[in-house]
């Protein structure tokens, strides 16, 4: 019997997840000054860029839509932008738990954390723009053309920390973290079974999505 590549990639994230946690929550040691609070790390970290990475998906299917006029890569965007919010969403939240242990609040104006909020709203409104248009052509038209616009924000929030100043900690630059190899391997670990888990949900999510294509095309 064959397996279904849902069961595959459910069966990797959480299997592998067990031991990546076990390395980010037990094995690996605390900061020095962050202490057992670095481990928030582990899965901020990982939530962060998987909402870079569905966002940037968002972006590359956008521009297909328009070259192509295949409504398949309109709601890949779609699915895209809306993992992206889960994660983004994740991603807000972990971060403001860290925040609120080490500054004392859940929120400072920092450029990271103020060009990802803004990139919460962007996509955000992203969605809310193809809630509106009911039209499915007219809605992928639109909705890809802002996909790629909105884009901007995603290198904006990368650089960031290099173009103004920022409190905002970097486990990659010198002496804003103290990671010890094994805190390396276990935050570069703990992306797997989330992108597996990524996969997952991207799976099921556009399968749902094709049904709403063939409608649509039983319509025409």
Known sequence: MKLKKEYIFAFLAFFIGLYTFYLALIASPPERQMGDLIRIMYIHVPQAWLAMF?????FIFSILY?????????????????????FIILALLTGMMWAKSVWGHFWVWDPRLTTTLILFFLYAGYMILRSFIETPDKKARFASVLGILIYVDVPLVYFSVKLWRSVH????????VLITPLMKTAL???????????ILLFLLRYKLAKREIKTLEDLR
């Open 54 to 58: 569905s966002f940037t998906l968002v």
């Open 188 to 198: 570069f670990l703990n992306i797997i079974p989330y992108f597996f888990l990524f």
């Open 66 to 86: 328009l070259v192509k006029k295949d409504l398949k890569w309109d709601k890949m965007a779609e699915v895209g932008g809306e993992l992206g919010l889960l």
């Open 169 to 176: 900690p970097s486990a990659f630059k010198p002496g804003d």
